[in-house]
């Protein structure tokens, strides 16, 4: 049975790529870049040792998110963060996938892979959008299909734990159902 914890324990998983790749396969029909594995064009995922359609645990996890303003009134007008090493957050498009941002910008930070700085994105989210939080402290997982409006460029030097300064482009966006 799909409850909202073992959904929520399964998001942290490398599965949840099945999930990505459905939705972007459901919107635009090219998922290339969400394989989970290679040749895997699986229709179920694995959640605690039972499989699941994926498009039963896509409408589950759908049913379960409320709107921002009713999940946590103390987000609405809150910056959160995101953080990006490949993707270009900079251009505004509809993020087909579920996306995932944090009120700590160090944990934003910790998902930059890249030695000489990334993408930060500053967001802030329309109180309208669906959201979970995910059970780690500060992050909340949005609804899929969202417009990500990319406002503007900037930079930003991040000083870290060990003191060292890191730079990093910087966009700011605001998310809309």
Request: aromatic share 12%.
């Given at each position: 049975m799909?409850?909202?914890?073992?959904?929520?324990q399964?998001?942290r998983?490398?599965?949840y790529?099945?999930?990505?790749?459905?939705?972007?396969?459901?919107?635009?029909?090219d998922?290339?870049?969400?394989k989970?594995?290679?040749?895997?064009?699986?229709?179920?995922?694995?959640?605690?040792?039972?499989?699941?359609?994926?498009?039963?645990?896509?409408?589950?996890?759908?049913?379960?998110?409320?709107?921002?303003?009713?999940?946590?009134?103390?987000?609405?007008?809150?910056?959160?963060?995101?953080?990006?090493?490949?993707?270009?957050?900079?251009?505004?498009?509809?993020?087909?996938?579920?996306?995932?941002v944090?009120?700590?910008?160090?944990?934003?930070?910790?998902?930059?892979?890249?030695?000489?700085?990334?993408?930060?994105?500053?967001?802030?989210?329309?109180?309208?959008?669906k959201?979970?939080?995910?059970?780690?402290?500060g992050?909340?997982?949005?609804q899929h299909?969202?417009l990500?409006?990319?406002?503007?460029?900037?930079?930003?030097?991040?000083?870290?734990?060990?003191?060292?300064?890191?730079?990093?482009?910087t966009?700011n966006v605001?998310?809309?159902?």
């Amino acid at each position: 049975m799909l409850t909202r914890e073992n959904v929520l324990q399964f998001w942290r998983s490398e599965e949840y790529k099945k999930l990505s790749r459905k939705l972007i396969q459901r919107y635009s029909g090219d998922s290339k870049g969400y394989k989970y594995a290679e040749g895997d064009d699986s229709l179920t995922v694995n959640i605690e040792g039972h499989n699941f359609y994926i498009d039963e645990v896509i409408e589950f996890l759908d049913d379960i998110m409320i709107p921002l303003s009713a999940s946590s009134p103390e987000y609405v007008d809150k910056i959160f963060y995101r953080g990006d090493s490949f993707l270009n957050p900079g251009i505004s498009c509809k993020k087909e996938n579920y996306i995932s941002v944090s009120s700590e910008i160090e944990d934003a930070i910790q998902f930059i892979n890249d030695s000489q700085g990334g993408t930060l994105s500053f967001v802030k989210i329309d109180s309208s959008v669906k959201c979970i939080k995910t059970g780690v402290e500060g992050e909340i997982l949005l609804q899929h299909g969202c417009l990500w409006e990319a406002q503007n460029e900037s930079n930003y030097i991040h000083t870290d734990f060990h003191g060292n300064k890191i730079g990093y482009r910087t966009i700011n966006v605001v998310i809309h159902p």
